[in-house]
């Protein structure tokens, strides 16, 4: 992972964009995430952006306009495209060149002329439509929050609740690209097959509505540089092919998924939608918020020599805080915000996002640009720190309350889920993703 601070981290940084030196926004001058965006009606093909504050920047119109510099000309073709692929397969000295470029002409210093030239390609957020930054190929999803892991684990099996392989191994499967969807899609309630019931148990499996719908709080790492089949990436150098983190939610129907995960794991209790973020913050703007590796408890194993790096102990991990809120239907007809359900670290993770991408290319597997590695449920270890149901109830067992009297095991039709993460430090600019949130339907016929 790069983690170059230059002038573009200064926390005294100011943009001319107003709305950006709101100390609570989320698109401060020094964040600059990329992601893709229709402008409003008539419809069109999505256009690259960046936001700053309460707009967002044109990208291809940028681009369009030689505002851009001779330096950057190789990146131009990359900016025209819908999707961000292109752009994260860009060598890593030239999207530095793009971020520095995008700082200065958003900077406070930038002439009167490059403010007027600027002004038309800056759309504002609330009228935009916000789509899928990335054309995912293959999208993995790990379980690398050891609490998560336990808690489940304990569900399950209370006597050994971490099977042996999981301080050894980072644990995932391969997940499914062509159900990912941007932040705001609807979210239809799946039907599959569960389990017979308790008091049945030789009786034939049911088939319909989830009745254990629930959400997973995840951070996903974009991957920029590909590597080769038949070519691992050693860990020293697996940071580096990280071009940017957003957020994801990994939607789960937990009695499809007991009732089929054995023997070869997840399938159709996950596969029917994921939802991500609108916007892919880069390792870059990243740079301020690197972290230790979190200290592995005494006795457990150290990794093995392909998954340790120096390096990667000391800064691979991330400094990342992510929230889960609810807004039920009856919430959001009584004018309700989204009551918080639980906040945790990435930092925390038993992982690191080199050890994941070098464990996921060990046996040669390639990984291409654009490709989505998540992290699993973030979940901390005190309690109100885990994210998801499951382990919020107990595997339904203890029901939430909610603050208006209603109570929730899993989720119910109308249900919105908002996912919000963001960077905060002593001495360093406040940065973060805005929203990833999507609200359920019910089953279809
Ligand atoms: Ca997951």
Redesign the pocket.
Known sequence: MTAVLDATHDPAAASWVEAAQDPTTDFPLQNLPFGAFRPAPPPQPPRLGVAIGDRVLDLAGLAAANLLGAELAPAAAALAEPHLNRLMALEPALLQALRRRLFALLHSSASESQRAALGSLLHPLDRVELCLPVAVGDYT?F?SSIHHATRVGQLFRPDHPLLPNYKWVPIGYHGRASSLVPSGAAIRRPCGQAAPPADRPDSAPLFGPSRRLDY?L?LGFLVGAGNALGEPVPIAKAGGHFFGVCLVN?W?ARDIQAWEYQPLG?FLG?NFATTLSPWVVTLDALAPFRAAAAARPPGDPAPLPYLFDAADQASGALDIFVEAALRTAAMRQAGMAPHPLSRAGARDLYWTPAQMLAHHTSNGCPLRPGDLL?T??ISGPEPGSAGCLLELTSGGRAPLRLPNGESRQFLADGDEVVFRAYCERPGWRRLGWGECRGRILPAGA
Do not use: C, F, I, L
């Open positions: 999803d379980y997973e995840e990994d789960s997840p996950k998540a699993g449920t």
